[in-house]
DNA sequence: AGAGACTTCCAAAGCGCTTTGGCTGCTTTG
DNA sequence: CAAAGCAGCCAAAGCGCTTTGGAAGTCTCT
C-alpha cells in the first residue's frame, strides 16, 4: 500500500493525503479524518527510503563507533545503549552504529553526514579539542556530545556529570577521614573525565594543603588487571596511600584483589571509593567490604541523549546547551579514619 | 556531485556511467576506465538514500535491541559488537540498532523488513522454539541466528558454540578428579545455551552413574549478585557440591565472595569451572585463584557472524548452514581433587 | 553482400514520497 | 458589486539513483 493507491482509494490527490497525514493546515478537518482514517485501516506507512530521498531526514541517530584489533569497545557502552533504548523505543528512533578505524574516524563522520545517513549524531569519551567535536560542529549535523571537550572558541551542547565535583567530594570526604596520603586511580588521561576528576581530587587536597604525588596517580583503560597492578604499584611504596579513589568499579575489583594480596584489609589499611556508573551486574554494595561510590548512572544519561538528540532534530532545541548532573556521594564500608 | 552532473561532464548518460561504476558488462573496459577515474577525482558517491530508493537495498544490517525498564542489555553484547565491528569497518557496513520493547520485538522485525530498512538481520539469545525466528524466517529476509534454537521443523542459519561439548568436557575433567557432587549455575534456563550446558554437564555425569540434582542447579541472568547467592545457597546445603561450573566469569566473581565469605577455599574445598566469553576488562587468570574456564571469544563471533551476513546479502552464501565452534577447556588453579 | 549476433551506448520510465506553484469557488471588504 | 482574500484542493516537478527496452555501430559467417 503507497501514498498512490491511497489517494486513488479516496479519490485525492498525493499532494493532500501527504499533507493530511504530516500535519499540514492547508487541508480541512473533515478531509483529514478521512484521511487518516483510511490510512490506519490498511495499515498504509509511507515509505521511509522514498520520504528520505524527498526530504533528506532519515529518522536515524548516529554514533560511530571506533573499532579496531587493539580497540575494545567499553562495557559502559552497553549501559548507556539501554539507556538510549529507552527513549528511542517510545518515539521510533533507530541507532546507526558505524564502525570506524579508531585512529580515523573522519572519513566516517564525513561520510555519514554527507550521505544523509543519520539526522543527529553522539560522541563520547571526548578529549580536550577533540577533533571530532570540531569536525562535526563545522559539518554542520545536529549532535550532543556525552561528556565534555575543552579549549574551543565555540560552545556546543553536551551532557555531562560533574566529574571534577564527585572526586573533589570523595577527596574531601577522606581528608577529613584524616588521610593525608590520597592516590587516584583514574581512567585514561587523555580523556577529559580523566583530567576533571584528577582537578577535582587535587582542588579537594589544596583545599587543605595537601598534593598528589606524581607517583600517586595512575592513568590507564578500565580493566580489573589494571587497578592490580596500580594498586599493587601504589601499596607497595615507601610511604603508600592511605585511600584510593578509583574511576571505575571494575578496576576497584582490581584493586580488591591486590589488597588482599597483600594481607592488608579494608577499610583498616586502605580506604576505597570509586566511580560507580551503575551496572546491573555488579553492584558496589556487594563488594567484599562494601564500596563507597560516586555514583552516576550512565543508563539515565543514555536516555537523556536520546531525548536531547531528537529535540534538536525537530528543532525543539537550539544552542550550545551544556547539562552537568551533580554526582551522588554514595557512603558505605570501604572508608574509615586513616590509620595512626 | 550527482550522477547527472558527472554524466554531463563525461558526456556520456546516466545509464552507461551507473553501469560503469557498478561493475556491469555492458560497457567497454576504457569507457570504464575513464568513469572510474572522473568518480574518483572528483570525490562522487552515490546518494545512499536514492540508490536505496531504487534497488530496496541498504547496505545496512539490522539488529533489533529488546529494552525497556526492567531489561539490562547483556555486557556479552559489546563484545560481540566490537567483533562485528571488526569486520564491517572494512567494509563500510553499518549497524541498525532497531530498540523494541522486549515483550513485543515482533513489531518491531515486521516494522524494518516492511520498510526495507536493512538487508539482513541476526538475532541473539535464542530461545527453543523462539517466534522471532519463524518469523524472520517467514518474512524473507536474510538472517543469522548467534545461538540456536531447537524444535522447528525447518533448518536456518547460525553460528553457536559447543556450548554441550563444552560444559560435557568440563565435568568430565571434574569427575575425573573424584568429584560426584557437581553444581550448575547457569544462565537464564530459557534461553538455549542454558539448555545445552545442562544437557552436556548431565551427560558426563551419566556417564559415570551420577546425576545433577534439581537443587543442585541454579539459572538466573548472570549477574555477580546472582551467582553468590545461589553459591551460598549451593553451599550451605548439607551435602554441598564439591565443585560448581558457572556459565559466566561475572557469576563467577560471586561464587567466589561466597566461598570466602563462607570461610572456605578454591581449590581445596571447592573446584570452579567457568564459562569465559573473553572480555578484556576481566579475565580469568587474575581471579584469586586463577579460573578454569571454558573460553570462546564471542568477539571473534560477531565478525564471523557479519562476514556471513555480508556473504548472504550479496548471494554468496545459501541455505542454512550452521556452524558449531568448538570451546577450549583451559585448567587453571581452581581445580582439584575432590576433598576427602 | 546481406543477415544475424555482438558490443556499446542511450532515453526514459520507474522507485514513493514531498513540495512548489497554481487553480477553483466561496467569503469578505470598501 | 467588483476586487481581494482565503480555504481547500490538485498536477506535476523534483529527490538521485537503477533498469528496461531499444538503437546504432561493428563483426562474423554463409
Redesign the pocket.
Known sequence: ???????HM?????????????G?????????RRVMDAAKRHG??????????????SGMIGYVLPTGAAVDIDPHFVEFLSGLGDYARAHELDLVLSPADADDEETTYRRIVANRQVDAVYLSSPRPADRRLALVNTLGIPFIVHGRSEGFDFDYPYLDIDNEGAFHEAARLLIQLGHKRLALINGNERETFAIHRERGMRRALAASGLTLGERHIRSMTMTEENGYRAARRLLEEDEPPTAIVCSSLIMALGVVRAVRDLGLTIPGDLSLVAHDDVFPWLRPENFPVPLSTTRSSIRLAGARVAERLAARISGLEEGARGEVWPVDLVVRGSVAGAPV
Chains 1, 2 share one sequence.
Not at 479516496?10 to 504530516?22: D, E, G, H, K, Y
Not at 499540514?24 to 483529514?32: A, D, G, I, L, Q
Open positions: 500500500m503507497n501514498l498512490k493507491q491511497l489517494s479516496l479519490s485525492l490527490s498525493q499532494t493532500t493525503v501527504s499533507r493530511a497525514l504530516n499540514y493546515p492547508e487541508v480541512s478537518e473533515e478531509t483529514r498504509y506507512r509511507p515509505n521511509p527510503s522514498a520520504r528520505r530521498l524527498a526530504t533528506g531526514k
